[in-house]
């Protein structure tokens, strides 16, 4: 698993997101501003928050973008895996996303990606935003 840039800044705008949880709309320059985040990755990025329901969004001066849901019920793993795709290092050791690969000849090279891929998964999925607020 290698996080892509754009990884990197959705996981920065869930957790801009996450902070201001019950606030109400935070408004995407603001997000901008206090993460560092391009406007132009953002707006992308939002709107696949947005059509995958993790995020929702309103027009207008009040208008801005929030959680669908509490950040203790969104997982990393579930954000990492919507923007990057699988976390396995290899495609032949993932559950979600398997691909035949050249390492599924070696099957003690397949055990290792496989563990590494357990450990990987299981410390994204039990990590809530939430969590990262702690």
Known sequence: ?????????????????????????????DICQRKGIPKSYL??????????????SARGMDG????????????VAEIVRLIDGPLAP???ASEYFYEPTPIEKSPGFLKLFK?????ISSKLEQTTFADLLE
């Open 1 to 29: 698993m290698k996080l892509s840039r754009k990884g990197e800044y959705a996981c920065l705008a869930m957790l801009d997101l996450a902070e201001h949880y019950g606030e109400g709309y935070v408004k995407t320059a």
């Open 43 to 56: 707006e992308q990025i939002l709107l696949i928050l947005q059509r995958s329901r993790y995020v929702r």
């Open 64 to 75: 801005g973008h929030q959680l669908t849901k509490p950040p203790s019920d969104i997982s």
């Open 90 to 92: 290899v495609d032949s």
């Open 115 to 119: 563990e590494i891929r357990n450990y």
